[in-house]
């Protein structure tokens, strides 16, 4: 079973960065998807960024000039980096899996991913 566990996160001024990390166990393969989504409370998951299994990413539009994906294939770790964060960029981040590995070419739908961390608070004060 896959179980991915999130770290990093926490509060910030804006303008600074912080870096996200989903650890994946439990699958078999060097190839698959991990999606990072962030939530509000009352509104539904949005879409932020995503690796494929070839390395392909996307970075949707709103944050693409700031927030990055990567993954370390070694340690089974994706990251996601935020920089010059914003008050709007206040959310519960989570990390995403699937076990597709091919090339991504837009933000994957939230029911590609078949498991999910806990998520992580990212909080940004003015």
């Known amino acids: 079973q896959v179980q991915l566990v999130e770290s990093g996160g926490g509060s910030v001024e804006a303008g600074e960065s912080l870096r996200l990390s989903c650890a994946v166990s439990g699958y078999p393969y060097r190839k698959y998807c991990i999606g990072w989504f962030r939530q509000a409370p009352g509104k539904e998951r949005e879409g932020v960024a995503a690796?494929?299994?070839?390395?392909?990413?996307f970075v949707v539009a709103s944050v693409k000039d700031r927030f990055s994906v990567s993954r370390d294939i070694a340690k089974n770790i994706a990251y996601l980096e935020m920089n010059k964060l914003k008050p709007e960029d206040n959310d519960m981040y989570f990390c995403?899996?699937?076990?597709?590995?091919?090339?991504?070419?837009?933000?994957?739908?939230?029911?590609?991913?078949?498991?999910w961390g806990t998520g992580r608070q990212v909080t940004v004060s003015s």
């Open positions: 995403g899996f699937s076990g597709d590995k091919n090339n991504i070419l837009n933000m994957p739908s939230g029911s590609l991913f078949r498991s």
């Open positions: 690796i494929g299994g070839y390395d392909s990413v």
